[in-house]
């Protein structure tokens, strides 16, 4: 029953109750009351599947009932890696109500990750399609449960093949389910991009989860009418927090799962479901402003265009309106917890050119320079918080801790940002070595840790540039020992690599050598700040 605990200091966890900002609710709580109070109102829209509240309750609860049925105990951690389809839902609701812990994956993830997650979190199951945009999901879950003698079963939504069962068969009595859990208990393990190593587990609770989605959907204007489409991955923190499908599910709302991004696939469904508010990350808004120019769209019932996930620029944010019809909002957030709106009041100018103010007033901020002083309003430093609903450590990962967090519990984001005296802020870069590509957070380490592993390789700087299309991309920088591999040859061996795609670099450059200094080593964080500068001087003059 290892049930892992989130803990803020007494002091605050009361303070947070005594505000109303915790309440007590749980996940299984807030599915089976919207279930109860609104049967037949619409949930879930996916293609021709339309469940109601009372059928995703059904199916969460046979579902869940089915995991207990397999031996699977209560606090028990569950990978999910699903796209976008309806089967996310009764599976992470499933196993909310078994009591159980989800842990979730991205479709582009592949082995190296996954078993990474599977393993770190001690997971008893995965639960997964059989392909995912043409990937054999189920086979991969296969293989990874060959080598982790916890990871018991495979469970497919849709046809299983031999050695895993299918969703449809895990059913059991509800009546078996338990009662609901703490809500200070942890909730599910959400992953965060990083800037070190492989993805890190965030634990979240109900209590903290459930204030940052109800918070949400009241300040993006959530109630029973409005119609969410989920565009973006559902397992993005983005999606499903920002107010995204918990949020509203929270509100009695309806969520549309939008089967690709494409400005024609995602116009037509908004249309057709008559779309009230969606998100997006900032290359894929471009794409739909830029099919906007061209035809504009009619889809007078999206009132509001998320973006978020990775900067924005006023000169793409400024053509929202006019070319969409609808209002921006811009949302700076991170599943380790702050998220930041720009509010629907807002003058134009604070949205086009900030990205929004924290969800909370007891949301600590500090914006603090190099040496730890605090800096004024107006100029960039480093960005650290902590609240009501952000994380005070990660799981299972006292290295990160002691990097990641302080002693008084502020996290450090690694964002660099200007607070403006409204308590706007306005995203300027990272201060350390990750790469924002489309929203996709990639870690510098990690990168260069994968590239070592190739025989020809003596050493690897991985950097972040600037990318017309991506917002930014990595450029990696190779040292070549015995022999001269090609940048095809190295992607080409980190495609056997079996890690998301996302993270193989296009862009590969070879070096005779690093720069050092008389002591002979040099710190990484100078070196990829020298090779990306020598990379923008480069492109500049060309
Ligand atoms: P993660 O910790 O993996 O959830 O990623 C969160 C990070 O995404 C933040 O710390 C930012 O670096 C980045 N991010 C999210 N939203 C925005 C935004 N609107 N503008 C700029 N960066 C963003
Ligand atoms: O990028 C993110 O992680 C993110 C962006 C917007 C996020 O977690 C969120 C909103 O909640």
Redesign the pocket.
Known sequence: MNIPKQTWPQELADRYRKLGYWRGETFPQLLRERASAHPDRIAIVAGDARWTYGEFNERARRFGAGLLALGLAPGDRVLVQIGNVPEFFSAVFGIFVAGMIPVYALPAHRRTEVAHLADKADVRAIVTEPRIERFDHASMALSIKSDLPNLSHVIIAGAAPDGALSMDDVTGDPATLPTDPDPQSVAFLQI???STGLPKLIPRTHDDYIYSIRESSRICGLNGDSIFMATLPLAH?FTMSSPGTFGAFYARARVVLCPAPMPDVAFRLIRDEGVTITGLVPPLALLWLQAAEKTRPAIPTLKILQ??????LPESARKVAPLLGCRLQ???????GLVNYTRPDDPDEIVVNS?GRPISADDDVLILDDEGHPVDDGQPGNLLTRGPYTIRAYYRDPTANARSFTDDGYYK???VVIRLPSGHLV?QG?AND?I?RSGE?ISAEEIEDLILRHPAVFDAVVVSIPDAHLGERACAFIQPKNGAPSAADIRKFMRGLDIAAFKIPYDIRFVEAFETTAVGKISRRHLRTTLRSSVLEQEQTQ
């Open positions: 965060s991009g990083g923190n973006v978020g996930g990775a900067k924005f811009q949302v700076f957030g991170m599943a380790e990205q984001t690694g964002d995203v990272r990750q924002n957070k």
